[in-house]
């Protein structure tokens, strides 16, 4: 075959998505099929509806995502997949799916760990970047500050004691009832306050580790919300939003600019649905520029759950190692990196 092409499928979380990748960065297709609307009147994802969800959806996104890059199934050379971390249910969708497909066409299979593919969103943006690198990836689910000095080989800085970054905006936002997903309502409605409105704490932001923890600021903003609806007072929503995107704000900044001193890198990259914060992105970007160090971040419809980066964390990975998945892969929640 000419060209290397993948077909690519994600389904860790709410998101059923298949992607083609020709020749590791260049992407044919990359059908996202959101479960959003199911989810938003629970305020969260429900595992037992996204499982259904996927097993309805999985088919055909993948026929979509093929036909959208004019591609057939004889024409493909790999299958990436998903297998964890995430939520059981969907995963196991996703890898029966590829697994299939494999067999079917006698095509390698490959395994990718989400947060992996989060790391390689930033290859399809930017196909230039090269470690050594600080990255520091963070969505829903994760909150994890990463070196490599090679690709594949990581070295984990910090993560998150307890809530994840987009797991605090999704919960603050919540009982804010200001929308779901939280992140980009409470980016919205930021925009319009003041961050220094309100007094919130900023937790391990000083210590000397890149060790995250948010439950306490989310607990800080439910006590203030709590405080207010006692005293009957109005509850000042955009400047609550915007005080409180600034203390995620200042803690990510801080962790990621003490990592790139200290690791000496010229390169930072930002990763996971979280990325896509307009205040993030501004803040970090300034701070890092100041020390000329230059920050990359994907496009947007590469920053949430695509299927675009597990196939470029999947050609990468089949490049380097050569690792084949077996038949026998199967889905693993709680994948460490
Ligand atoms: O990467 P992702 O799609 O799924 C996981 O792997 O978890 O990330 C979803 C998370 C959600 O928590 C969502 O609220 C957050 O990313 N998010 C944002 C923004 N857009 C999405 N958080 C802050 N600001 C945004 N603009
Ligand atoms: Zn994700």
New binding site residues.
């Given amino acids: 075959k000419e060209e290397f092409l993948i077909l690519a499928i994600e389904s860790?979380?709410?998101?059923t998505s298949a992607a083609v990748i020709k020749d590791g960065k260049e992407v044919l297709s990359n059908v996202v099929a959101s479960q959003i609307d199911l989810h938003r009147k629970f305020g969260g994802v429900v595992p037992e509806i996204a499982s259904r969800k996927h097993v309805e959806l999985i088919n055909p996104v993948i026929e979509d995502a093929l036909e959208e890059a004019g591609v057939d199934y004889e024409d493909l050379s790999l299958v990436a997949v998903t297998y964890g971390p995430?939520l059981v249910g969907g995963l196991l969708v996703g890898i029966a799916a590829a697994k299939a497909i494999a067999y079917a066409y006698n095509l390698p299979l490959v395994g990718i760990n989400?947060i992996e593919g989060?790391i390689y969103s930033n290859f399809i943006s930017h196909p230039e970047i090269e470690p050594p690198l600080v990255c520091l990836t963070?969505?829903?689910?994760?909150t994890d500050l990463l070196y490599f000095e090679e690709l594949g080989a990581y070295q984990i800085l910090g993560r998150t004691k307890d809530d994840?970054?987009?797991?605090a905006?999704?919960k603050v936002?919540r009982v804010m009832e200001i929308g779901y997903?939280?992140?980009?309502?409470?980016?919205?409605l930021a925009k319009e306050g003041d961050s220094q409105a309100i007094d919130l704490p900023r937790p391990l932001i000083y210590d000397d580790n890149y060790d995250f923890s948010f439950s306490g600021l989310k607990t800080a903003v439910l006590n203030y919300i709590n405080q207010k609806k006692q005293k009957g007072e109005e509850i000042p929503k955009a400047d609550l939003a915007a005080s409180f995107?600034q203390a995620v704000v200042d803690v990510l900044t801080a962790k990621v600019v003490k990592a790139a001193q200290d690791k000496k890198v010229k390169r930072v990259l930002l990763s996971?649905?979280?990325?896509?914060?307009?205040?993030?992105r501004r803040e970090l970007e300034e701070k890092l520029d100041e020390l000329e160090i230059k920050l990359y971040y994907p496009q947007p419809r590469l920053?949430?759950?695509n299927a675009a980066m597990i196939g470029t964390a999947g050609y990468f990975k089949y490049q380097l190692t050569g690792e084949i998945a077996p038949y026998s892969l199967n889905a693993n929640p709680n994948l460490k990196l």
Avoid at 12 to 15: G, I, L, N, Q, V
Avoid at 164 to 167: K, N, R, V
Avoid at 272 to 280: R, T
Wanted: with cysteine.
């Fill in positions: 860790s979380c709410d998101e995430g989400h989060h963070v969505s829903g689910g994760h994840a970054a987009g797991e905006f999704d936002a997903p939280g992140g980009p309502a409470i980016d919205k995107q996971g649905g979280v990325s896509a914060n307009s205040h993030l920053c949430t759950d």
